[in-house]
């Protein structure tokens, strides 16, 4: 069983940066032997993933649009995951939730339903 809360978010103009934090309570299992994945939802749009890190060995990962701009990382001593947003765009304006499935490596393009565990979600804003 996993608990996951999202932090960080807010209103940010064009080219800032915000931190995203997701703190997560884990009871059976250890933090490491979870993947964690982010997600970001923006407003008519479907969920899609922007990137994961294993627990494995903390490879991460990111997807096309992120890629350059966001770094993933992790702490397994105080069970959380965070998302380094730097060089932001009006168009990175989603809520983003972080997500855990008990798996060994993360991929990429990863099916919402491929995660078992979701954070309430926290709101990015982009202005231009």
């Known amino acids: 069983e996993v608990q996951l809360v999202e932090s960080g978010g807010g209103l940010v103009q064009a080219g800032g940066s915000l931190r995203l934090s997701c703190a997560a309570s884990?009871?059976?299992?250890?933090?490491?032997?979870?993947?964690i994945g982010w997600f970001r939802q923006a407003p008519g749009k479907e969920r899609e993933g922007v990137s994961c890190?294993?627990?494995?060995?903390?490879?991460?990962y990111y997807e096309d649009p992120v890629k350059g701009r966001f770094t993933v990382s992790r702490d397994n001593a105080k069970n959380t995951v965070y998302l380094q947003m730097n060089s932001l765009k009006p168009e990175d304006t989603a809520v983003y939730y972080c997500?855990?499935?008990?798996?060994?490596?993360?991929?990429?393009?990863?099916?919402?339903?491929?995660?078992?565990?979701w954070g309430q979600g926290t709101q990015v804003t982009v202005s231009s």
């Open positions: 884990v009871s059976g299992l250890t933090f490491d032997d979870y993947v």
């Open positions: 890190i294993s627990g494995s060995d903390d490879t991460p």
């Open positions: 997500a855990a499935v008990w798996a060994t490596f993360c991929r990429l393009r990863a099916r919402v339903d491929e995660y078992d565990y």
